[in-house]
């Protein structure tokens, strides 16, 4: 008799949905909690902070209307000055003492790739990383769901655009890191496709020193047109140090260059700055969505950009995501629902049936004016 109260405890259990959400972690009947680690502090710092900003609004407009399914998204957020030790001991912080129950809007190549087997193995969610290099997403497959193109599909529409106007002559500028060097073999390839090869290849410091050697490098090659992958000051400084020794070339960032920092720092001779951009025009008018973004950012004081609103968008994605998986949420629910998900926001499409990693092959290019606003 004992055995049978027993079972049927057991069995009462199996479908009360407090005792299911408690054993998940990071769940409970009013709020999901997301983990967050990524760069925080000084430049770098400074647009991971506005990418964070930007999935606030969608957050804070997802409780003013009762939450998901009654929940509200939380999101507890580390920095790790992109260093890659610093990042796998977060990850282990927010997996353990914070208990989170996934990953939203992780940044970095480096850092990723060194977290890749703890992530594995703890089977959490991660969703809408920024600035992860396609070797490092790959490591993630299964467990990483990503929304802004891959480098490599930039990379090939940057070259199909140059080489469609007559441009063969080409050269790239990277950071010296390891996103930047894989940069640089993915235009490699890119070029290869078309039959041509780069005129030079520099790779820039983070700190900037090598700026002019770099720029007297690019000179002697001679290019028609340079395409950067580089982070904060570095592409104006670039520009700078060529045109002072009468280099000036087309310039082409890949989405990483700040067109609003590169127009500070470059000023005028910034003009004609184009940037290949990963999510849609920001400031659209016959878009709705855009158009409510553009409305919270005001409301929030948040500069309306790229940045916010790829933070935006990729928040409408995981609270898109939560809702299809329901009210008894559990880490395999959500997986399952990432795995099927198709959407469209904001004239972007996102299909994860493709390959399970990356939704989004939405690539388009914006000119940049002296003033740092974008035109198409």
Same mark, same amino acid.
């Given at each position: 008799m004992q055995r049978r109260q027993f079972a049927a405890a057991l069995g009462a259990a199996a479908f009360a949905p407090g005792l299911l959400r408690a054993a998940e972690p990071g769940v409970g009947d009013a709020e999901v909690v997301f983990g967050h680690t990524g760069i925080l502090n000084g430049p770098l710092g400074g647009q991971i902070k506005i990418m964070l900003a930007g999935a606030e609004l969608a957050f804070a407009e997802s409780r003013a209307q009762g939450g998901v399914h009654g929940r509200r998204v939380r999101i507890v957020s =580390?920095?790790? %000055?992109?260093?890659?030790?610093? +990042?796998?001991?977060?990850? %282990?912080? #927010?997996?353990? @003492?914070?208990?989170?129950?996934?990953?939203?809007?992780?940044?970095? $190549?480096?850092?990723?790739? +060194?977290?890749? /087997?703890? #992530?594995?193995?703890?089977? @959490? /969610?991660?969703?809408?990383?920024?600035?992860? !290099?396609?070797?490092?997403?790959?490591?993630?497959?299964?467990?990483?769901?990503?929304?802004?193109?891959?480098?490599?599909?930039? !990379?090939? $529409?940057?070259?199909?655009?140059?080489?469609?106007?007559?441009?063969?002559?080409?050269?790239?500028? *990277? =950071?010296?890191? /390891?996103?930047?060097?894989? @940069?640089? @073999?993915?235009? %490699?390839?890119? #070029? $290869?496709?078309?039959?041509?090869?780069?005129?030079? +290849?520099?790779?820039?410091?983070?700190?900037?020193?090598?700026?002019?050697?770099?720029?007297?490098?690019?000179?002697?090659?001679?290019?028609? !047109?340079?395409?950067?992958? #580089?982070?904060? &000051?570095? /592409?104006?400084?670039? *520009?700078? +140090?060529?045109?002072a020794q009468g280099f000036s070339p087309m310039y082409y960032g890949m989405s990483i260059v700040a067109g609003e920092v590169t127009a500070k720092v470059a000023g005028e001779k910034a003009r004609g700055l184009a940037i290949s951009q990963v999510m849609p025009y920001p400031w659209s008018e016959s878009d709705p969505t855009t158009r409510e973004y553009r409305r919270l950012a005001e409301a929030a004081?948040?500069?309306?950009?790229?940045?916010?609103?790829e933070g935006y968008l990729n928040a409408l994605v995981l609270l898109e995501a939560l809702r299809r998986s329901g009210r008894e949420l559990t880490r395999g629910r959500l997986f399952g629902?990432?795995?099927?998900?198709?959407?469209?926001? &904001?004239?972007?499409?996102?299909?994860?049936?493709?390959?399970?990693?990356?939704?989004?092959?939405?690539?388009?290019?914006?000119?940049?004016?002296?003033?740092?606003?974008?035109?198409?």
């Amino acid at each position: 008799m004992q055995r049978r109260q027993f079972a049927a405890a057991l069995g009462a259990a199996a479908f009360a949905p407090g005792l299911l959400r408690a054993a998940e972690p990071g769940v409970g009947d009013a709020e999901v909690v997301f983990g967050h680690t990524g760069i925080l502090n000084g430049p770098l710092g400074g647009q991971i902070k506005i990418m964070l900003a930007g999935a606030e609004l969608a957050f804070a407009e997802s409780r003013a209307q009762g939450g998901v399914h009654g929940r509200r998204v939380r999101i507890v957020s =580390l920095d790790d %000055e992109l260093k890659p030790e610093r +990042a796998v001991a977060n990850y %282990e912080k #927010l997996l353990g @003492a914070e208990g989170v129950f996934g990953f939203f809007g992780c940044v970095g $190549s480096a850092t990723t790739a +060194a977290a890749a /087997p703890l #992530l594995q193995k703890a089977g @959490a /969610p991660w969703v809408a990383g920024y600035a992860v !290099a396609d070797s490092a997403r790959d490591k993630l497959k299964g467990t990483g769901f990503f929304v802004r193109a891959t480098s490599g599909r930039e !990379a090939q $529409s940057l070259v199909q655009h140059l080489t469609t106007v007559g441009v063969t002559k080409i050269a790239v500028a *990277m =950071l010296d890191n /390891p996103g930047g060097k894989e @940069a640089a @073999a993915l235009v %490699e390839t890119a #070029l $290869s496709a078309q039959k041509l090869q780069a005129t030079a +290849a520099v790779f820039l410091k983070g700190d900037g020193s090598n700026v002019k050697e770099a720029a007297d490098a690019l000179a002697k090659s001679a290019p028609q !047109a340079v395409i950067m992958y #580089l982070g904060g &000051a570095l /592409p104006g400084e670039l *520009m700078k +140090a060529g045109w002072a020794q009468g280099f000036s070339p087309m310039y082409y960032g890949m989405s990483i260059v700040a067109g609003e920092v590169t127009a500070k720092v470059a000023g005028e001779k910034a003009r004609g700055l184009a940037i290949s951009q990963v999510m849609p025009y920001p400031w659209s008018e016959s878009d709705p969505t855009t158009r409510e973004y553009r409305r919270l950012a005001e409301a929030a004081k948040v500069p309306v950009g790229y940045y916010s609103f790829e933070g935006y968008l990729n928040a409408l994605v995981l609270l898109e995501a939560l809702r299809r998986s329901g009210r008894e949420l559990t880490r395999g629910r959500l997986f399952g629902t990432l795995r099927q998900l198709k959407m469209r926001s &904001a004239g972007m499409d996102l299909d994860y049936t493709l390959n399970g990693l990356t939704g989004s092959r939405f690539v388009e290019l914006v000119q940049v004016t002296h003033d740092g606003r974008f035109v198409r």
